[in-house]
């Protein structure tokens, strides 16, 4: 029923910029909290950061935090990740879900994400 669509992932070296976007639907967008979600191979699932309903209020990871920004557009349904100075590190398949989702609960529902690969 609730649909992720991730977008905007890409090659690029270190030290690059790459910007996501993520558009939901089946749920009432403007009123849920959202978060960017990455996973590297071999990893565990890892919340990157979060925006409020209204996009005033966020939250990084530190692994991220000072790279990378969230914003949101209620109007589009879409959430966004725009991500500085990228290391390696950062390398993963990122999606957008709800703060909450777990990648092993079958109720909640994942997009196919898009890839990030960051070179050295």
């Known amino acids: 029923q609730v649909q992720w669509v991730e977008s905007g992932g890409g090659l690029v070296e270190s030290g690059g910029s790459l910007r996501l976007s993520c558009t939901a639907s089946g749920f009432t967008f403007s009123s849920r909290h959202i978060g960017w979600y990455r996973q590297a191979v071999g990893k565990e699932r890892e919340l990157v950061a979060v925006?409020?309903?209204?996009?005033?209020?966020?939250n990084y990871a530190d692994s991220v935090k000072g790279r990378f920004t969230i914003s949101r557009d209620n109007a589009k349904n879409t959430v966004y990740l725009q991500m500085n100075s990228l290391k390696p590190d950062d390398t993963a398949v990122y999606y957008c879900?709800?703060?909450?989702?777990?990648?092993?609960?079958?109720?909640?529902?994942w997009g196919q994400g898009t890839q990030v690969t960051v070179s050295s």
């Open positions: 925006i409020t309903e209204s996009g005033r209020g966020t």
């Open positions: 879900n709800h703060p909450q989702a777990s990648a092993s609960n079958p109720n909640d529902y």
